[in-house]
């Protein structure tokens, strides 16, 4: 049964363009990662509470990067605590950071989709800040929600364990009128070579959070 509600993109490349309302526009968009905590059990017992030895969980970061039509571009992402903003540049805001993956919500990047105009592109990632790099495990799924259509849905199965860095998809400018969300799930090493691979030219330095 065809679920008229939801689009899964399955393929790379994939790709849907939203729709918008003809009065309001395309409204907010929500992306949402969620991801299952499998954490690997304590082989420690005593000794490993006592000395305070990880048990292997994953920290999955949502996080994107993006480029107006100004020319700026920078990222969003918790990692340097650069959260953003919905009403002012860049138009993208991070809500918080599921640091277990156990928060029911997990962790929402939310766009100004009024603002489409100013938006050239954004690429949505997701990293693994803490763990083992094993998106196997981390089983990610990642949902674009808006008002005025059916929700997008890609799901990270196609796994590179080891990179510990996942470009999800792609939301590209359409005429200054609609984004175009393309399927991506593609794995590198860290933010750099991401960021080589897509053009984006950003200067990377170290970041906490």
Same mark, same amino acid.
């Given at each position: 049964?065809?679920?008229?509600?939801?689009?899964?993109?399955?393929?790379?490349?994939?790709?849907?363009?939203?729709?918008?309302?003809?009065?309001?526009?395309?409204?907010?968009?929500?992306?949402?990662?969620?991801?299952?905590?499998?954490?690997?059990?304590?082989?420690?017992?005593?000794?490993?509470?006592?000395?305070?030895?990880?048990?292997?969980?994953?920290?999955?970061?949502?996080?994107?990067?993006?480029?107006?039509?100004? =020319?700026?571009?920078?990222?969003?992402? !918790?990692? +340097?605590? /650069?959260?953003?903003?919905?009403?002012?540049? $860049?138009? #993208? %805001?991070?809500?918080?950071?599921?640091?277990?993956?156990?928060?029911?919500?997990?962790?929402?990047?939310?766009?100004?989709?009024?603002?489409?105009?100013?938006?050239?592109?954004?690429?949505?990632?997701?990293?693994?800040?803490? =763990?083992?790099?094993?998106?196997?495990? !981390?089983? +990610?799924? /990642?949902?674009?929600?808006?008002?005025?259509? $059916?929700? #997008? %849905?890609?799901?990270?199965?196609?796994?590179?364990?080891?990179?510990?860095?996942?470009?999800?998809?792609?939301?590209?400018?359409?005429?200054?009128?609609?984004?175009?969300?393309?399927?991506?799930?593609?794995?590198?090493?860290?933010?750099?070579?991401?960021?080589?691979?897509?053009?984006?030219?950003?200067?990377?330095?170290?970041?906490?959070?």
């Amino acid at each position: 049964m065809v679920n008229l509600n939801k689009i899964e993109l399955t393929k790379k490349g994939q790709s849907v363009n939203l729709t918008k309302s003809q009065h309001q526009g395309i409204g907010e968009i929500l992306i949402n990662l969620n991801w299952n905590q499998q954490s690997a059990k304590p082989s420690g017992g005593f000794f490993s509470s006592l000395f305070g030895t990880k048990s292997g969980g994953i920290d999955l970061d949502l996080g994107c990067l993006y480029e107006l039509t100004d =020319g700026s571009k920078s990222c969003v992402q !918790a990692l +340097g605590n /650069v959260f953003g903003s919905l009403h002012a540049p $860049p138009f #993208i %805001e991070l809500d918080g950071d599921d640091r277990t993956g156990m928060v029911s919500g997990g962790e929402n990047l939310r766009i100004n989709g009024n603002k489409v105009s100013d938006i050239k592109r954004v690429l949505v990632y997701a990293f693994i800040y803490e =763990g083992v790099a094993n998106w196997a495990e !981390a089983d +990610g799924i /990642v949902t674009v929600n808006y008002g005025t259509g $059916p929700s #997008i %849905e890609v799901r990270l199965n196609e796994h590179r364990n080891g990179k510990n860095m996942c470009a999800i998809a792609m939301i590209e400018n359409v005429n200054n009128e609609t984004f175009k969300v393309e399927r991506l799930v593609d794995y590198f090493s860290g933010h750099r070579d991401m960021d080589k691979a897509y053009n984006w030219g950003i200067s990377w330095g170290t970041g906490r959070k």
